[in-house]
């Protein structure tokens, strides 16, 4: 009978040898598991036991005590009797604010100027090139710097103020400008939002239209009537109800309107130029890796050089561009933390204030290590989707 077990156990033995490199891999992994796990739990275990010996209590149940502190510039409503999730809440809603804007202007201010550093125009494509060399060798902390004292302490006082448009007024207090009030504005965020489905969908019935027919349908103009017409028609369907309140000047500071402090305007002013130059210089790389003879068969059909770079170079460099870009939208995400230096209220310095007044040093670590992990990894999320659609068909 146990003759019978011997060709089993060969081919156990024989499965098992040390010699097959899946064997030793598996081996190598599970130590390494145990290694980091053991690790984990001795900085935990003595952390932990730090804590108890001096009496520091542990956990997020501090989140729901009062805040006592008012945070300068806030989006939603906020007051210091609130708590400190609340608070907290605040900083977060102030760092997507900025991420968002600065990824949406250096994103067009960046591929602006690489289209310019590939200019026929001598002065153009220099100016642009010396644009890139400073912007992006100058420390993005300096330039806040810059950025801010240049606002506060170049431009005059809110009596003196430069009124360069009808409304609008620049002084050291930040950007002046009339804003829309009234019960139409849930409605004009409808129609909006409705012209923007409805663009996206005539953007693909369009695609599909110009690949049966080879007919191309006029989406630049169609979409400059969705976004005229679809906010309009909420307007008129809300019953018009809608004023423009114009910023005034009283006493020693102007009421109205809508304000973009000295400390945001100094933060988004950086972080996008800063920004910029590192994407110039990927969609510089990008419309350089297209081929020449791109070019050549677009000048053959009678394109011109812009219509051939629109429609011909551009959507076959978006598939060198999107990857690099999304390194640079994570790098201006995560640089936003640099706004606790001139004073703008983002998770960073709301959570500094939070860890002050309560304590709780490890847990307020935590939370914005979780907030900057999340924004970041949604970021990457959606620019690889994005990348996977720009991505040439294989068999």
């Known amino acids: 009978m146990q003759y019978e077990f011997l060709p089993v156990l060969a081919r156990l033995r024989a499965a098992l040898s040390w010699r097959r490199p899946g064997v030793r891999a598996f081996v190598y992994q599970v130590l390494l598991v145990a290694l980091v796990g053991c690790g984990v739990w001795y900085l935990v275990s003595n952390t932990l036991a730090n804590l108890t010996a001096r009496n520091i209590a542990t ?34 809603v102030n760092t997507l604010k900025v991420a968002l804007a600065g990824i949406v202007l250096a994103t067009l201010l960046g591929t602006l100027i690489g289209i310019a550093r590939l200019s026929r125009n001598w002065l153009v494509a220099r100016l642009a090139a010396v644009y890139v060399e400073v912007m992006r060798n100058i420390p993005l902390l300096l330039q806040l710097f ?37 019960d139409s504005l849930p409605w004009l965020a409808v129609g909006l939002a409705a012209a923007i489905v409805a ?29 005229i017409f679809g906010p309009l028609a909420g307007w008129l369907l809300s019953g018009a109800a809608l004023a423009l309140d114009m910023p005034t000047l009283r006493g020693f500071n102007f009421t109205g309107g809508m304000q973009l402090t000295p400390e945001l305007a100094a ?58 870009m999304t390194s640079q939208y994570l790098n201006l995400t995560k640089n936003s933390s640099l706004a606790v230096a001139i004073g703008y209220p983002d998770i960073v310095s709301v959570l500094n204030t939070v860890i002050n007044q309560s304590g709780q040093a490890i847990e307020g670590v935590l939370i914005i290590m979780a907030a900057y992990l999340t924004v970041s990894l949604t970021i990457s999320v959606c620019m690889n989707w994005y990348n996977r659609r720009l991505a040439l068909a294989e068999r």
């Open 199 to 227: 663009g996206v969908l005539l953007g693909r019935w369009s695609r599909r239209r110009q690949a049966a027919t080879g007919q191309v349908w006029p989406m630049a103009r169609t979409w400059l009537l969705l976004v």
């Open 59 to 92: 956990g997020f149940g501090f989140l729901q005590g009062e805040a006592g502190f008012a945070i300068g510039e806030s989006s939603i409503a906020y007051a210091p009797a609130d708590t400190y999730a609340r608070a907290i809440l605040v900083g977060i």
């Open 267 to 324: 933060l988004l002013a950086g972080l996008v130029i800063y920004t910029s130059a590192f994407v110039a210089e990927v969609v510089r790389s990008g419309i350089q890796a297209v081929a020449d003879g791109q070019w050549e068969a677009a000048n053959a059909l009678g394109l011109k050089r812009h219509l051939a770079l629109r429609l011909v170079i551009l959507p076959q460099a978006l598939r060198v561009i999107v990857p690099p």
């Open 146 to 182: 810059f950025w801010y004292a240049l606002i506060t302490e170049s431009l005059p006082g809110p009596r003196q103020a430069l009124n360069p448009l009808p409304g609008v007024f620049l002084s050291n207090r930040g950007l002046q400008f009339p804003a829309l009030v009234g």
